[in-house]
């Protein structure tokens, strides 16, 4: 898990509340990521950023909003809109720019709809 | 359609066993390829990173390979712990400057004493 924070690990949230997932580095890294795992599916990109202040949709941004005001937080929030929350999230970070660098992964918050 | 897939689904092996677990792609243009390891519950992790020219790449027990001309790679555990017990994903980047990553759905793997 590297320098990377998730929290909380598990959290529960009822239909049509927002929630706010958090992931903290001190990795020194420009970029940051957020991923959602679902059973049986590859990884999907949902936001990301590669500087403070600036942050691009991913494939998969609908019922998200992201937040990069520092270096070291990402933090996602998972709104009412998204219709079916109820997954894996895992954040990531990097170097900008550097393609052949690897992604430190975080360990991961299961948010769970009730 | 940039795709990443990968074989078997899932797959039983014995302790100390050795096996090769099996990925292949169609993202175009491709930068580089990487296989991660994620236990149950946890983030993915790093086990190697191969570019465009690198045919092999070795961590410890886990040995890639990458054939960039059929676009296949594999990845070889020898002498199998009860600790490789896990997902075994095969990544390749699009080579963007965004660093995007194609994911493929994993290898679940089993060690059984």
């Known amino acids: 898990d590297g320098g990377i924070t998730q929290s909380p690990k598990y959290l529960f949230r009822k239909e049509g509340q927002n929630v706010t997932l958090s992931c903290e580095q001190n990795l020194n890294h420009d970029a940051m990521y957020w991923y959602r795992q679902d059973p049986g599916q590859g990884l999907r990109l949902i936001y990301y950023s590669q500087i403070v202040n600036d942050f691009q949709k991913g494939d998969i941004a609908e019922g998200y909003s992201v937040s990069r005001e520092k270096k070291e937080s990402f933090p996602l929030t998972v709104t009412s809109a998204q219709k079916n929350p109820t997954a894996f999230y895992l954040c990531?970070?990097?170097?900008?720019?550097?393609?052949?660098?690897?992604?430190?992964f975080g360990p991961g918050t299961r948010l769970t709809v009730l | 359609k940039n795709q990443v897939e990968q074989s078997p689904q899932s797959l039983i092996i014995l302790e100390g066993k050795n096996c090769t677990l099996q990925c292949n792609y169609t993202v175009s243009p491709f930068s580089n390829l990487r296989w991660y390891k994620q236990d149950t519950g946890r983030g993915p992790v790093s086990l190697t990173i191969m570019t465009f020219s690198e045919n092999t790449k070795s961590n410890g027990r886990y040995t890639a390979t990458l054939d960039a001309d059929t676009k296949q790679s594999s990845l070889h555990i020898t002498a199998s712990q009860l600790s490789d017990s896990a997902s075994y994903i095969c990544?390749?980047?699009?080579?963007?400057?965004?660093?995007?990553?194609?994911f493929g759905t994993g290898t679940l793997l089993a060690v059984q004493p």
């Open positions: 990544v390749v980047s699009d080579g963007g400057a965004t660093n995007k990553l194609i």
């Open positions: 990531a970070s990097g170097y900008r720019g550097r393609v052949t660098d690897t992604q430190y």
